[in-house]
């Protein structure tokens, strides 16, 4: 195993405040939520690229899900929070959330220019397809600390007899 495999990502404490609180449930909904959004949103942007064809909805398609990453941020920043103690860059999901700077960052900037009209709306959409990218590889690291976290799941403690192991 590799050592970041050896990582523990919760300890007891911070896993029983991650499956007591509603966040957790919040986020489990927004994800996917969020992922399907982000889906069309990316077929709308990529066939208007290729066709023309439909570009007032794929832009707005990308305000959707900008907007709704902005939910998942919020109540994610919040979930880290009630879990780990601080509202962003715990240890635990440090670099995740350093990524996550740089995909509020690029979405963040779509709107701008959406909203002013500074770009065409191909400049736009690849502006979009840049912020999209970087939420590809966001995603990525939120899946994979998802899947580290089910693999360190506790093992069931065996009762307590009352007999204590001798080293």
Known sequence: MSASS???LYT???????????WTLVQGILAPVQFLIFGISLY??????????????ALASVVIKTLVLY???????IWEK?????????????????????????HTAYLWVWWQGLWS???????????????AINAAQYIRKLR???????TPSMPDTGAQAST
């Open 6 to 8: 050896d990582q523990v």
């Open 12 to 22: 007891p404490a911070q896993r029983a405040r991650r499956d007591a609180t509603a």
């Open 44 to 57: 709308l942007v990529i066939n208007s690229l290729q066709t023309g064809e439909h570009t007032d909805w």
């Open 71 to 77: 939910a998942i941020m919020v109540t994610g920043a």
């Open 82 to 106: 009630v879990v780990f103690g601080q509202y962003l860059f715990a240890p635990a999901f440090y670099w995740e959330d350093v990524v996550s700077m740089g995909v509020l960052a690029l």
């Open 121 to 135: 709306p191909t400049d736009q959409l690849l502006l979009a397809l840049a912020a999209y990218g970087s939420y």
């Open 148 to 154: 580290m976290a089910r693999l360190q799941k506790p």
